[in-house]
């Protein structure tokens, strides 16, 4: 498809005395004379045949023919605009629109960011966190991070790795617990799956008490609870290992339970960029690591 000659210079007038509905103070903008934007919208007013300012003894006013126009050159221009931003250092940066749970952000992704970083500076990597509830299309993700089954629908979706769940809490309290039984007698914090705490005394041999007390729909939320004293709580050791290391918690069993994976998932309709390759394979890379020494 051949374009027709597009006057960029009148256009740009145009659309800076719109914004400002000013010939001078576009003139400023522009870095012309006042007089040279004036010449430029007169002559596309001549091209379009319409009217596009009303000019008033103290400034302009826009005609409707203007306002048809105005939406789509600003929309034009900004995305030009965004477009030469991303050029730097004689490389085009590239957005990924990233989601992902909490808890693995926090304990197991920001960590190694930096390695992302650096073998892949021209990504412009865009993180977001959830409590595995996101809706994908509407957040204009290219990817998230979730953890289930990995049946979704119309998702395409890519095993990570395990985090299976145990007991954690402060040594204070690791100090009452000499067997998983005494547990029990514990304030128990819990997320909102209701079966993990059933399912952690049924690895154990232990019956399950009634299990009330705190709800919290996020794993870090839970831990910070436990870290203050409030309860032990039931949550994956790998996505804790910092305040496992220091000595704040403790993990007095070595039972552990499994509830899902990690995926990584976008939406089939999404066509892969660059980008998103570029993570894609470094977080394979990332994640077969985790699985190795798990």
Not at 38 to 53: D, I, N, P, W
Not at 210 to 239: H, K, N, T, W, Y
Not at 240 to 269: D, H, M, N, T, V
């Amino acid at each position: 498809m051949v374009r027709p000659y597009l006057p960029l210079n009148a256009l740009r007038a145009f659309e800076a005395a719109a914004r400002h509905l000013s010939f001078t103070r576009a003139a400023i903008e522009l870095c012309v004379t006042q007089a040279a934007v004036s010449h430029q919208v007169k002559l596309l007013e001549q091209r379009l045949g319409a009217t596009l300012f009303r000019r008033l003894p103290r400034g302009l006013m826009i005609t409707e023919e203007g306002l048809a126009l105005l939406p789509s050159l600003q929309e034009s221009f900004d995305r030009m605009a965004d477009m030469l931003e991303r050029f730097e250092g004689g490389h085009v940066r590239e957005v990924l629109k990233l989601g992902a749970v909490g808890t693995l952000a926090v304990g197991w992704l920001l960590p190694r960011l930096h390695d992302f970083r650096e073998r892949y500076p021209f990504v412009d990597l865009r993180l977001s966190t959830n409590n595995n509830r996101v809706d994908i299309a509407a957040e204009g993700l290219d990817y998230t991070i979730k953890f289930g089954n990995g049946a979704w629908h119309d998702i395409e979706a890519e095993a990570l790795f395990e985090a299976p769940l145990s007991v954690l809490c402060i040594p204070a309290i690791a100090k009452q617990l000499m067997s998983p039984e005494d547990v029990t007698h514990q304030t128990l914090l819990r997320s909102y799956r209701a079966d993990e705490w059933p399912g952690w005394f049924e690895a154990a041999g232990v019956a399950s008490p009634p299990i009330r007390g705190m709800v919290f729909d996020s794993s870090v939320l839970m831990i910070e609870a436990a870290l203050q004293g409030a309860g032990v709580a039931l949550a994956p050791p790998l996505m804790f290992s910092r305040q496992l290391s220091s000595g704040a918690l403790e993990q007095p069993f070595e039972i552990y339970i499994s509830k899902g994976s990690y995926w990584l998932i976008r939406l089939k309709s999404r066509s892969v960029t660059p980008a998103m390759e570029m993570f894609r394979n470094w977080l394979a890379e990332q994640a077969a690591e985790t699985r190795g020494t798990a």
